[in-house]
C-alpha cells in the first residue's frame, strides 16, 4: 500500500512560473524525502526533510513539512523545461534512524511549457 | 564508481518462465533495496538488505519471487514461473547508513515485460 498521496495527479506550467505541490500521509514518520522521475527512468533523490525539522531549501526547491496535519508541499520556483518530471514523495516510517523501506506516493505529473 | 547499476535494462519473456535480474549498489552503501513500479503508480516496496542480511520482505514478494545479496555487494532478484501481472519497472536502490542525508541513490531500472 501507498502512504503518501500527492496533490495535484498532474500540474502544467509555463517557464518561469512557480510549481507547487502537496504530499499528505497518514501515520508518524522519521523523515520524508522528495524524488523527481524523468521519463522510463530511475528516480532522483531530491531533498529530505526530517520530522524535527518544518522547512528546508535545496537551490530552487523549498519543501514544508507540517507533522501536525502529516502533511508536505514542495515548491520549485523559477521552473524550467527541463524541470517536467514525475515528482514523488516517500515517507520513512520507520523508528529512530530508520532508513528502512521508503513509502512511495503516487506522483504528480509536472510539464512545464517554454 | 558511476552509480547504482542494474542489468539487463529491458526483458522480455514468455509466461512460466524463470528470469533473473541483477543490481550492482554503490560500493560503499551497506543498504540496498528491491521495488517494483507500474505505470502510473508510484514504486512499491519489495524487500531490502543490509550487508548480507534480507531484513524486511513485503508481501508483495511471494514465493515466487527470490532475492539474495551474496557477501553484501550485488544483489540478484529472482521470478519464478512469472505471470502477466509481474510486468513492471523492478527498481534497485542503495543507501549508506553512515551519514542518511542524501536519500537513496537508484538504478535505472530492469524493465520486464512478460507476454
Known amino acids: 500500500s501507498q502512504q503518501g498521496e500527492e496533490d495535484p495527479q498532474a500540474l502544467s506550467i509555463q517557464e518561469g512560473e512557480n510549481a507547487t505541490m502537496n504530499c499528505s500521509y497518514k501515520t508518524s514518520i522519521n523523515n520524508l524525502q522528495w524524488y523527481r522521475q524523468n521519463s522510463g527512468r530511475g528516480l532522483v533523490h531530491l531533498i529530505l526533510?526530517?520530522?524535527?525539522?518544518r522547512e528546508k531549501h535545496s537551490g530552487r526547491l523549498r519543501v514544508t513539512l507540517d507533522t501536525s496535519k502529516k502533511s508536505s508541499s514542495l515548491l520549485i520556483t523559477a521552473s524550467r523545461a527541463a524541470d517536467t518530471a514525475s515528482y514523488f514523495c516517500a515517507t520513512d516510517e520507520g523508528g529512530t534512524d530508520s532508513w528502512g523501506k521508503l513509502q512511495f506516493g503516487a506522483g504528480t505529473q509536472v510539464v512545464v511549457t517554454p | 564508481d558511476t552509480g547504482v547499476s542494474q542489468n539487463p535494462r529491458h526483458k522480455i519473456t514468455k509466461r512460466g518462465q524463470n528470469v533473473t535480474f541483477r543490481c550492482d549498489p554503490i560500493s560503499e552503501h551497506n543498504r540496498l533495496y528491491w521495488y517494483r513500479q507500474t505505470l502510473g503508480q508510484g514504486p512499491e516496496f519489495l524487500t531490502y538488505?543490509?550487508?548480507?542480511?534480507?531484513?524486511?520482505k513485503s508481501r508483495l514478494l511471494s514465493d515466487r519471487f527470490s532475492a539474495e545479496r551474496p557477501k553484501g555487494s550485488f544483489s540478484t532478484l529472482e521470478i519464478q514461473r512469472t505471470e502477466q501481472g509481474d510486468s513492471a519497472m523492478y527498481l534497485c536502490a542503495s543507501s549508506r547508513m553512515r551519514d542518511r542525508v542524501d536519500g537513496y541513490t537508484f538504478g535505472s531500472g530492469t524493465r520486464l515485460t512478460v507476454v
Open positions: 526533510i526530517r520530522s524535527n525539522e
Open positions: 538488505f543490509q550487508n548480507e542480511a534480507q531484513l524486511e
